[in-house]
């Protein structure tokens, strides 16, 4: 008792030596530390041409989103008559600020400010696997390998949508049997564990670091993938001895699952020539144990139905356009277009491989920017015209979606779509030689837009072009936030102490203390949540509640802190907060 009274007593009168009148004179923020000149390392980049629309110094740090390159090939497959391996990052809103780290090495290679509908190109001697592209707002951007070989008509494209960080996750499971499967890694010491028999031992082990990146080999249907950090992972399926089975996809992560989908539209069934084989699958594993598929391709009943155990995976050949695929539990799914004929005048087999996820309605989104390439050849005896399609998928009854701006002819420029229906917008394959075609959708509620492709050689086949897009919604407002904790109160060793008699007028700490914040975005979301302590980042949080432990500091004698916090929405925008601490121990 008596020692209590004594430690009540030297508390008391630290607290009245220091706490006064001064407190806040002592120290004036004068809102100024976001104002120190350009450090070193923030160089100008300056991008001549049309697609860089003004120079700009740019921060990484102060990006919110960031999207991580899995895997990129740096060489030819096959022989063929052209080849390349490009990353595009196209653009849906104005003053886009993009930083681009090409090694993961935490410098910074490019930068640039991008407007809406704005592409950005770097090929593989110019970006790799691993590279870190950070943004201040969403962005599309997308992986393609092509090779054309003119000598047999056949030509061969892995292409894949790459996710921004809040589509991001830990626990993944590989539908299809993959000649790889690579992961890339946006934090420090990571670790990345893969299971191929769903028994609980794992193959493989590896150690990441941000901005690196590791290829499985020969990977089985059914493995499971985790993480304790956030991953991006893709599959990449091609057979060196031929160009059977040649498609990529990026991996929806468990954490975006759900338990039912729809299959877009692709016309497989409408090739140009007679002879043909249609190998087209959508391959279905189970993410939860005694899941339940069932396979609607009309009506109520339905036409196909199958129970799956974790990591289970079922192949639904010839999948019909607009089938409702429904699970008891979580599951995830791609489509695999897989399409063959034979063209009597050459006489030679054209084959057709794509591969696109089924998206999850966290993919959903009211506004949606589409993009497309019209490519258009010529020769002696032919035109090979290249149309686009866009495929819309409804989620709610009633949905209405508008076509606000465009360079694609489209009419009618209104339509409306059900939940669990499609329609499709076809652009014309005409006139538009190597140009790029875009356009601006709303809709009334959230809808899901699938890429399709019109290889246009004999008007052969309508593929998926791999790409799924990631919409936004126009959300230009800042985030709320607000740090809950401390309050202008004593607390020692993270413990509120109540002294009735006293008002402080800061927070007044002695030891560790848990900060929490409250950030809420009704638009699009927090992203994330970071700590600053005199302008030092000494923390971030993904998920709520948002909240870092502030451990010891040097012993000074109730030092005085800015304590900063600033919360970033999905659409990136930003809000500060900040306060004036004093601190001992």
């Given at each position: 008792?008596?020692?209590?009274?004594?430690?009540?007593?030297?508390?008391?009168?630290?607290?009245?030596?220091?706490?006064?009148?001064?407190?806040i004179?002592?120290?004036?923020?004068?809102?100024?530390?976001?104002?120190k000149?350009m450090?070193?390392?923030?160089?100008l980049y300056?991008?001549?041409?049309?697609?860089?629309?003004q120079?700009?110094?740019?921060?990484?740090?102060?990006?919110?989103?960031?999207y991580?390159?899995?895997?990129?090939?740096?060489?030819?497959?096959?022989?063929?008559?052209t080849?390349?391996?490009?990353?595009?990052?196209?653009?849906v809103?104005?003053?886009?600020?993009?930083?681009?780290?090409?090694?993961?090495?935490?410098?910074i290679?490019?930068r640039?400010i991008?407007?809406?509908s704005?592409?950005?190109?770097l090929?593989?001697?110019?970006?790799?696997?691993?590279?870190l592209?950070?943004s201040?707002?969403?962005v599309?951007?997308?992986?393609?390998?092509?090779?054309?070989?003119y000598?047999i008509?056949?030509?061969?494209?892995?292409?894949?949508?790459?996710?921004?960080?809040?589509?991001?996750?830990?626990?993944?499971?590989?539908?299809?049997?993959?000649?790889?499967v690579?992961c890339?890694s946006l934090?420090?010491?990571?670790?990345?564990?893969?299971?191929?028999?769903?028994?609980?031992?794992w193959e493989?082990?590896a150690?990441?670091?941000?901005?690196?990146?590791?290829?499985?080999?020969?990977?089985?249907?059914?493995?499971?993938i985790?993480?304790?950090?956030?991953?991006?992972?893709?599959v990449?399926?091609?057979?060196i001895?031929?160009?059977?089975?040649?498609?990529?996809?990026?991996?929806?992560?468990?954490?975006?699952?759900?338990?039912?989908?729809?299959?877009?539209?692709?016309?497989?069934?409408?090739?140009?020539?007679?002879?043909?084989?249609d190998?087209?699958?959508?391959?279905?594993?189970?993410?939860e144990?005694?899941?339940t598929i069932?396979?609607?391709?009309t009506?109520?009943?339905?036409?196909?139905t199958?129970?799956?155990?974790l990591?289970?995976?079922?192949?639904?050949?010839?999948?019909?356009?607009g089938?409702?695929?429904?699970?008891t539990?979580?599951?995830?799914?791609?489509?695999?277009?897989?399409?063959?004929?034979?063209?009597?005048w050459?006489?030679?087999r054209r084959h057709?491989?794509r591969?696109?996820?089924?998206?999850?309605s966290?993919?959903?989104?009211?506004?949606?920017?589409?993009?497309?390439?019209?490519d258009?050849?010529?020769?002696?005896?032919?035109?090979?015209?290249?149309?686009l399609?866009?495929?819309?998928?409804?989620l709610?009854?009633?949905?209405q979606?508008?076509?606000?701006?465009?360079?694609?002819?489209?009419s009618?420029?209104?339509?409306?779509?059900?939940?669990?229906?499609y329609?499709?917008?076809d652009a014309p394959?005409?006139?538009y030689?190597?140009?790029?075609a875009?356009?601006?959708v709303?809709?009334?509620k959230?809808?899901?837009?699938?890429?399709?492709?019109?290889s246009?050689w004999?008007?052969?086949?309508?593929?998926?072009?791999?790409?799924?897009l990631?919409?936004?919604?126009?959300?230009?407002?800042?985030?709320?936030?607000?740090?809950?904790?401390?309050?202008?109160?004593?607390?020692?060793?993270?413990?509120?102490?109540?002294?009735?008699?006293?008002k402080?007028?800061?927070?007044?700490?002695i030891?560790?203390i848990?900060?929490?914040?409250?950030?809420?975005?009704k638009?699009s979301?927090?992203?994330?949540?970071?700590?600053?302590?005199?302008?030092r980042?000494?923390g971030?949080?993904?998920?709520?509640?948002?909240?870092?432990?502030?451990?010891?500091n040097?012993?000074?004698?109730?030092?005085?802190?800015?304590?900063?916090?600033?919360?970033?929405?999905?659409?990136?925008n930003?809000?500060?907060?900040r306060?004036?601490?004093r601190?001992?121990?």
């Amino acid at each position: 008792m008596r020692n209590s009274l004594w430690m009540k007593g030297l508390v008391l009168g630290i607290i009245m030596l220091f706490v006064g009148t001064s407190v806040i004179s002592a120290y004036n923020e004068n809102l100024s530390i976001n104002s120190k000149p350009m450090q070193s390392g923030n160089i100008l980049y300056i991008q001549e041409g049309d697609i860089v629309t003004q120079a700009t110094r740019i921060d990484a740090n102060n990006l919110p989103i960031i999207y991580s390159i899995p895997y990129l090939f740096n060489k030819q497959l096959w022989s063929a008559s052209t080849w390349d391996s490009t990353i595009n990052i196209r653009s849906v809103y104005n003053n886009t600020q993009i930083a681009i780290d090409v090694d993961g090495n935490g410098t910074i290679d490019y930068r640039m400010i991008l407007n809406e509908s704005e592409i950005f190109s770097l090929g593989y001697t110019s970006i790799t696997s691993g590279s870190l592209i950070y943004s201040s707002k969403l962005v599309q951007i997308d992986y393609q390998y092509y090779i054309n070989d003119y000598g047999i008509y056949d030509d061969c494209l892995m292409s894949y949508t790459i996710l921004p960080s809040n589509l991001l996750g830990k626990f993944y499971w590989i539908p299809t049997s993959s000649t790889l499967v690579a992961c890339s890694s946006l934090e420090n010491d990571t670790i990345v564990s893969v299971d191929y028999n769903n028994d609980g031992v794992w193959e493989h082990q590896a150690i990441l670091n941000k901005g690196d990146n590791v290829t499985f080999s020969n990977v089985p249907e059914g493995t499971y993938i985790t993480s304790n950090n956030i991953i991006a992972v893709s599959v990449l399926n091609y057979n060196i001895t031929g160009r059977d089975n040649t498609y990529a996809y990026c991996v929806t992560p468990l954490e975006y699952l759900q338990s039912e989908y729809v299959i877009p539209l692709y016309d497989y069934d409408q090739l140009e020539y007679n002879v043909q084989i249609d190998l087209t699958t959508v391959y279905i594993v189970s993410a939860e144990p005694d899941n339940t598929i069932s396979i609607y391709e009309t009506g109520s009943s339905p036409n196909q139905t199958r129970n799956l155990n974790l990591g289970e995976v079922y192949a639904y050949a010839s999948p019909v356009a607009g089938a409702l695929i429904h699970g008891t539990k979580k599951f995830f799914a791609v489509y695999v277009f897989d399409a063959y004929e034979i063209d009597p005048w050459a006489g030679v087999r054209r084959h057709q491989a794509r591969a696109v996820p089924l998206m999850s309605s966290v993919f959903g989104s009211t506004q949606f920017i589409f993009y497309g390439w019209y490519d258009y050849g010529t020769g002696p005896y032919w035109s090979v015209p290249a149309g686009l399609r866009f495929i819309i998928i409804g989620l709610e009854n009633s949905t209405q979606v508008t076509i606000t701006k465009s360079t694609i002819p489209t009419s009618p420029t209104t339509l409306y779509v059900n939940k669990t229906k499609y329609i499709v917008i076809d652009a014309p394959n005409e006139n538009y030689q190597n140009q790029v075609a875009w356009a601006r959708v709303k809709s009334t509620k959230p809808i899901l837009v699938y890429v399709g492709y019109n290889s246009g050689w004999g008007n052969n086949a309508d593929s998926p072009d791999g790409y799924i897009l990631t919409g936004f919604n126009q959300d230009n407002n800042p985030p709320y936030i607000k740090i809950e904790k401390p309050k202008k109160a004593l607390y020692i060793f993270d413990s509120e102490k109540r002294i009735y008699f006293l008002k402080f007028r800061i927070p007044l700490l002695i030891g560790k203390i848990t900060i929490e914040v409250n950030a809420t975005d009704k638009e699009s979301g927090i992203n994330r949540v970071e700590f600053y302590i005199n302008g030092r980042l000494i923390g971030k949080d993904t998920t709520e509640p948002y909240n870092y432990l502030w451990k010891w500091n040097r012993p000074r004698i109730f030092h005085i802190y800015i304590l900063k916090v600033i919360a970033y929405d999905n659409a990136g925008n930003s809000a500060i907060e900040r306060i004036i601490v004093r601190k001992f121990l």
